[in-house]
């Protein structure tokens, strides 16, 4: 499914089935008068993405809606791959797409109450340690069409199981070497049912735990009991985990504990782009990206760097819905909701990215003047500001050609256009170097033109930006492009890897931009619309004297567009 949208939503949470399933429970007060209490649940082994918001404004926003609570919950089960840096980052991310948790919970913390009902499973016959080999215990798992085979260790007497278990707890045993297992059903249909593991031997030291265990709960043993702990009401995540969902009942029922409930939802993909932690380790691992936080990357610290915001991601997420079928979603979509929200609230400013300069020879040598120039021409509360003009003004290269194509309404000998704001320019002459290059454009202007406006009906077909050289700011710009230059990097051929289908030309940077002087106190974060070129954001990197702005997206180029159509 490929959606797209041309206007926006009204910022509430999605409304879709998941919305409706809750509202039906609290009608049937089906879990009697208990608050509906929903959980994020990330597992700290990465940083948190794109889809991951997608999964935040559902949990966090179907709870407010229903004057519920959440959790985030760290799912860290697997001391391997978990630390504290995720951990940290995940808590940042969650709070500045806006949201804050009821309680801060761990699946670790709960690892003495897994342990408990662990042995109650055991005491009760459901559970039991097996010795087989984890390629055997694969092997005897059977296949959708054939029934799996029971392990000789599944007779096991409960005192033999509950001695093995503590002594698995104790350290006994190497890693890999015992798993408990719970006693389902070897021929059922659904291969998770097929006496999954419960618990394995593991000895690593935990973020949090640290050697206390050398034995760690399965995600299926723990999901669900830390719901439960919690009394979860609605326990959302990705259709992956549909065919979990009769173990996680199972858990809860033999247990007889609180009947939290799970329901399941189509994960975000998105065009020309990955969401999934191990591959985007795997970028930040072999340095095809500078960091997690890389603003190429579909991580929430990445495109926060970037310059998206949470309004535009919420108005993006809500407009994608919820749905019961997984599909993909086109980076435009995002892309259109980000647009949108910067065109709202992004102040404007002047800034030229490959300078080319331009002499105004009948403006007086050594003068200057303020323009008044509105910030943000879609929102007057923004105000104004004054930018300095004078006799050299830097301009784009791209805003002037010797010789005009057809249809180049731009700067070109003899033509006239506007300055934005400023006065009507006409070029008269220019200065090229040994190699033929233009270096300088020679022009005059109308001083009747003053504001920008035409002093006796006459039309230009053009208005470009300037830069006053003596004012001008230098800074170096960050212009990024897709990180994969497929719509599915996902798809490469045998023996290939998702990092072929990398887009080796995804950053380019401009080292000698000039902007004008207002920008020069802008903070680390603040976003601005160069005007006619895009939404850029200050990068972290900057320093006092040096700004680093980073490209959010560029603004729709229609004359890329008539130049490809001429092309073709
Ligand atoms: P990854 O494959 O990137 O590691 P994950 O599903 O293992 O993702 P978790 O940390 O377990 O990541 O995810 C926390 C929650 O976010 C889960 O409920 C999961 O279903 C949800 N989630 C993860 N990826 C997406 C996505 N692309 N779209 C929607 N929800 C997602
Ligand atoms: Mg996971």
Redesign the pocket.
């Known amino acids: 499914m490929t959606t797209s949208h041309t206007e926006s939503p009204e910022l509430h949470a999605p409304s879709n089935f998941l919305h409706e399933m809750i509202a039906e429970d609290v009608r049937t007060k089906k879990f009697g008068d208990a608050a509906i209490q929903t959980r994020?649940?990330?597992?700290?082994?990465?940083y948190?993405?794109?889809?991951?918001?997608?999964?935040?404004f559902?949990?966090f926003g179907l709870a407010d809606e229903f004057g519920g609570k959440t959790n985030l919950r760290f799912?860290d089960t697997n001391p391997e791959r978990e630390e504290t840096e995720y951990v940290e980052s995940?808590q940042r991310d969650v709070r500045w797409l806006g949201f804050e948790w009821e309680k801060l919970c761990y699946a670790s913390d709960y690892f003495p109450q897994l342990y408990e009902w662990a042995l109650k499973l055991i005491k009760d016959g459901k559970a039991y340690v097996d010795d087989l080999s984890a390629e055997e215990i694969r092997q005897y798992r059977g296949t959708l069409t054939e029934p799996g085979k029971e392990s000789p260790y599944r007779k096991r007497t409960v005192e033999e199981n509950l001695d093995l278990f503590q002594r698995m707890k104790a350290g006994e045993f190497a890693d890999g070497s015992r798993v408990l297992r719970a006693k389902i059903d070897m021929a059922s249909p659904n291969l998770n049912l097929r006496d999954p593991a419960m618990y394995r031997i593991v000895h690593a030291t935990h973020h949090r735990t640290g050697d206390a265990w050398c034995i760690y709960p399965m995600y299926d043993f723990a999901h669900g009991q830390s719901d439960s702990i919690e009394r979860v009401t609605h326990s959302?995540?990705?259709l992956?985990?549909a065919d979990h969902q009769p173990l996680y009942r199972w858990y809860i029922e033999q247990l007889g504990i609180f009947p939290s409930q799970q329901i399941?939802?189509?994960?975000?993909?998105l065009t020309y782009t990955l969401?999934?932690?191990?591959?985007?380790l795997q970028l930040v691992q072999e340095g095809h990206v500078r960091g997690w936080d890389d603003p190429r990357m579909p991580t929430l610290s990445g495109i926060r760097r970037r310059g998206f915001t949470p309004e535009a991601i919420r108005a993006f997420v809500t407009s994608v819905g919820a749905t019961r079928t997984n599909g993909i979603v086109d980076i435009e979509m995002l892309e259109h909701f980000q647009r949108d929200d910067l065109n709202r609230r992004a102040a404007r400013a002047m800034a030229v990215l490959r300078p080319l300069k331009l002499v105004i020879d009948n403006y007086p040598e050594g003068r200057e003047e303020l323009v008044e120039v509105a910030n943000n021409p879609e929102d007057a509360a923004a105000g104004t500001r004054q930018v300095p003009f004078s006799r050299e003004l830097y301009i784009e290269q791209d805003d002037y050609r010797e010789t005009p194509p057809p249809k180049y309404y731009r700067l070109s000998p003899g033509k006239e256009v506007r300055l934005r704001n400023a006065y009507f320019v006409t070029a008269q002459s220019l200065v090229k170097d040994a190699a033929g290059n233009v270096v300088e454009v020679h022009g005059t202007y109308d001083p009747a033109s003053r504001g920008g406006n035409s002093p006796d009906g006459r039309k230009v077909k053009s208005t470009i930006h300037w830069v006053s050289v003596a004012h001008a700011l230098p800074a170096e710009v960050r212009l990024y492009e897709k990180l994969f230059s497929k719509a599915d990097p996902g798809d490469f051929p045998e023996g290939g890897s998702f990092l072929d289908n990398l887009n080796r030309e995804s950053l380019e940077i401009v080292s000698d931009a000039k902007l004008e002087p207002s920008l020069a106190g802008a903070r680390p974060g603040e976003r601005f619309q160069f005007e006619r070129v895009g939404y850029f954001c200050v990068d972290p990197d900057s320093s006092e004297n040096r700004k680093i702005f980073n490209r959010t997206l560029a603004l729709k180029d229609t004359w890329a567009k008539i130049e490809k159509k001429a092309a073709s």
């Not at 994020?40 to 990465?46: D, K, R, S, V």
Request: proline share 8%; with cysteine; aromatic share 8%.
């Open positions: 994020f649940p990330p597992e700290p082994n990465g948190l993405h794109i889809g991951h918001a997608k999964a935040i559902l949990d799912d995940i959302m995540c990705t992956e985990f399941e939802f189509d994960r975000l993909n969401l999934s932690k191990r591959r985007l």
